[in-house]
């Protein structure tokens, strides 16, 4: 039997709660970011993940896929995820 590989816990916060550059080290790290919206009245998850050199922002409606750092300091900007 293979010895089982530690996965670290999903990172759950808030939009606006913490700096592109937290949010980015993080996903360095190989965290998952889970934050909670509101979209059309319901409340959603959306995961931010990175697998490799690709990033993935898994929203309700939409999985976006940003093939480098700064694509996904845009979203993450863009998308009001980090403090200003």
Known sequence: MAPKVPTMNPLETTAGATS??????????????????????????????????VFYCDTPTRLHRHESREEMRTCIEKQGYASE
């Open 20 to 53: 592109a550059d937290e949010l980015l080290g993080a996903l360095d790290e190989g965290r998952r970011l889970v934050f909670r919206t509101e979209f059309l009245g319901e409340e959603h998850e959306v995961t931010l993940r990175r697998d490799g050199d």
